[in-house]
């Protein structure tokens, strides 16, 4: 089961970190990814990151150079630390996570899906 957490309330220009923590499983052998969906759009993937014998990640044009995905596999738990937010970040951001041999991928056949956490941007 995959949990994402650490959403809330922020002003633009601030920054939250995600949390997406694993029970029941090991995400060592996952890649995770990050996907994110506001209101009246489509579901749309934000970023991802190999499992733990890799070292890819991928981030969409939209976040490039503000957000930032990590793992700590010691906390069995996958981090996305979000900066300079802007108010079209806000949405409901879900972490999912499938065995992609090489790199990560971000598709809607995913393997696990946790729930979502509400991250708000005010102006």
């Known amino acids: 089961q995959l949990q994402a957490s650490g959403g809330g309330l922020v002003q633009a220009r601030g920054s939250l970190r995600l949390s997406c923590a694993a029970s029941g499983f090991t995400l060592d052998y996952y890649a995770i990814g990050w996907f994110r969906q506001a209101p009246g759009k489509e579901r749309e993937g934000v970023s991802c990151?190999?499992?733990?014998?890799?070292?890819?990640?991928y981030y969409a044009d939209s976040v490039k150079g503000r957000f930032a995905i990590s793992r700590d596999n010691a906390k069995n738990t996958v981090y996305l630390q979000m900066n300079s937010l802007k108010p079209e970040d806000t949405a409901v951001y879900y972490c999912?996570?499938?065995?992609?041999?090489?790199?990560?991928?971000?598709?809607?056949?995913?393997?696990?899906w946790g729930k979502g956490t509400q991250v708000t941007v005010s102006s």
């Open positions: 990151i190999s499992s733990s014998g890799g070292s890819s990640t």
């Open positions: 999912a996570a499938a065995i992609i041999p090489v790199g990560c991928g971000l598709s809607d056949g995913m393997d696990y």
